[in-house]
């Protein structure tokens, strides 16, 4: 028996206050119990979102913890190294990750289950093997070329080039999740198991009188990362098999990667994009710069976290309706994520700046002074939001070539103005170059769907051309 809002109303409240409920009710019970596109998609952004959430206070909670234990020096190290851990683990995967959510919901809307099967195995395959010559390259480029960086990054980052293996292959099982609608899948085993082992692993070692610093948080780190993934890889496996029977394989390995390698080029340099400032300070500053840096920015997650979460939800239904003859399913669809994406972002992103100074202060004494930079990295995420998803859009509509060399020219912005503005204007350079390069973005690609798709994904404007 499904709950009914307004049924549940009308039993509880006087007539008066009843009728003047209803309209809310009614949109309730379209959420929950809805079959439409919007109502599916809005369920699985909300419990993406909810999950995204819960593993923002846990992210924000735990990296107080770890500054706390290791002080700003050691947690500058830890964050350099393992941010750039997560950018070449996912860089790894060459888009495969992202290509399964483009390909599995049309497989799987046209019931060819075999290569449904023969994509999910060749997806844990190719990662598996360019991750671990990544590992190889890595740990190559540490030994060899310590010459090139402070000596207190090497050994820190051959322990955390042990780790793209299971870092690439978590991305690719989250995909996989993705591509199902399963969100709690997807998203909880490296949003929220994977911080809270590897908090609790540091403070074990803390416990056991190990040294707290950068080297023993990266042990910590892997270790937690192998135990996440292996998880989540058993979860969704075991997912997969009562969804998909066993059954024969065909595998069409070229055609995906001649599609996941341009989403490659736009994942990468959105990931990058998105870590640049953060990669820049940490190469020009010290350790404890960057450190403050990645707590203002890590503050700002739960804003960020509104845009990833309305992405899980509706990447993969764009997908499902490219093929779609009428296309008003698909344009509607991309309108309403962009309502989705900004006014919770413009809300947490008021909220956020309203607590900044108490929510800094609990990193410790000296991280204080990233509160201005929380000004100008704020209304960056909220001009970014003004489009949504927009990027996934492209993305999943056959656009990644002309995705990926926008993302690619933005990139090149934002390096370049980071490289000129960090050495004269400090973590201030960091902050304005990276909003500079989000306005040059968000226009481009505003721009890029209006005329690829003919949606207006912009905020207060009006949809779609025939709508002029």
Known sequence: MRFSAAQTIEQVLPEALSRRAQPLAGLVDRLVNGTDEA??????????????????????????????????????????????????????????????????????????L?????????????????????????????????????SYYVVPFMIGALALPMIAL???????????????????????????????????????NYPVNGVTALVCAVLATYLTTLGQLIVVTVSLDRHFPPGPHRTELPLWVSV????????????????ADVLMVGAL?????????FATVKTLALVHFVYFAVKAGVAHRFAARIDDTDKSALH???????????????????????????????????????????????????????????????TMSGNQNVCAALFGGVLAINVALNALMIPVYGLYGAALATLIA????????????????????????PARKTDR
């Not at 100074?357 to 991280?367: I, T, V």
Request: net charge positive; glycine share 8%; hydrophobic share 60%.
């Open 39 to 112: 109502s599916a998609a809005q369920r699985t952004t909300l419990v993406a979102f909810s999950i995204r959430v819960a593993s923002a206070a846990i992210a924000f909670l735990s990296q107080v913890a770890l500054a706390r234990l290791m002080g700003a020096f050691e947690y500058g190290v830890f964050v350099l190294v393992w941010v750039s851990m997560i950018i070449i683990g996912n860089l790894s995967c060459f888009g495969f990750h992202t290509a399964i959510v483009r390909f599995l919901p049309q497989y799987r809307e046209r019931g060819d």
């Open 114 to 150: 075999d290569r449904v099967r023969g994509l999910l195995l060749a997806g844990r395959i190719f990662v598996l093997a360019t991750s671990t010559a990544m590992t190889a390259l890595a740990m190559a480029a540490a030994h060899f070329g310590s010459s090139w960086f402070q």
């Open 170 to 208: 978590g991305d690719t099982l989250t995909g996989t999740a993705r591509a199902n609608g399963w969100s709690i899948r997807s998203l909880g085993p490296t949003y929220i198991l994977r911080p809270l082992l590897i908090l609790a692993f540091l403070v074990g070692a803390w416990a056991l």
């Open 260 to 275: 996941s390698l341009p989403i490659f080029l736009v994942e990468g340099f959105f990931f990058l994009l998105v870590n």
């Open 285 to 293: 500053m010290r350790p404890d710069d960057t450190a403050v840096y």
């Open 332 to 394: 509607d669809l991309a309108r309403r994520s962009v309502n989705w994406t900004f006014w919770p972002s413009l809300a947490m992103a008021g909220m956020i700046l309203l607590a900044g100074p108490l929510l800094l202060s609990m990193f410790g004494a000296d991280f204080g002074r990233g509160y201005p930079l929380l000004f100008i990295l704020a209304a960056g995420v909220v001009l970014r939001a003004a489009i949504g998803p927009a990027e996934s859009l492209l």
């Open 438 to 461: 989000t306005i040059v973005e968000t226009f481009a690609l505003y721009q890029l769907v209006w005329s690829r798709i003919g949606v207006r994904m912009l905020v207060f404007m």
